[in-house]
């Protein structure tokens, strides 16, 4: 019902920004909520960042006070923007949705912070 593509990943500068997009196949105003996912090589996969009903935003506490989570409708495009990144940022992140009571996940993109 949903397909979502991720872009943005790659090489990232310590102290840099990353911008991670999530192109869905729905508009993404008719997501019930949106967010994002990364696993540190080794570890589980964690959420990180989520946008759910009455506009409640939610970040980890790794992502807090440095995340934003958006959306623009037109371009049915969801988007993570991580400011101050460091080698503990460096993961697969990935976008999900739930529509119509099912959740969907992109493929993934990977993001690489040097030490």
């Known amino acids: 019902q949903v397909q979502l593509v991720e872009s943005g990943g790659g090489l990232v500068q310590p102290g840099g920004s990353l911008r991670l997009s999530c192109t869905a196949s729905?508009?993404?105003?008719?997501?019930?909520?949106m967010g994002w996912y990364r696993q540190v090589l080794g570890n589980q996969r964690e959420m990180v960042a989520g946008?759910?009903?009455?506009?409640?935003?939610y970040y980890s506490d790794d992502l807090k006070g440095r995340a934003t989570i958006s959306r623009d409708n037109g371009k049915n495009t969801m988007y993570l923007q991580v400011d101050r990144m460091g080698s503990e940022d460096t993961a697969v992140y990935y976008c999900?949705?739930?529509?119509?009571?099912?959740?969907?996940w992109g493929q993934g993109t990977r993001v690489t912070v040097p030490s």
């Open positions: 999900y949705a739930f529509y119509k009571g099912r959740k969907y």
């Open positions: 729905e508009s993404v105003s008719a997501l019930d909520s």
């Open positions: 946008k759910f009903p009455g506009d409640v935003t």
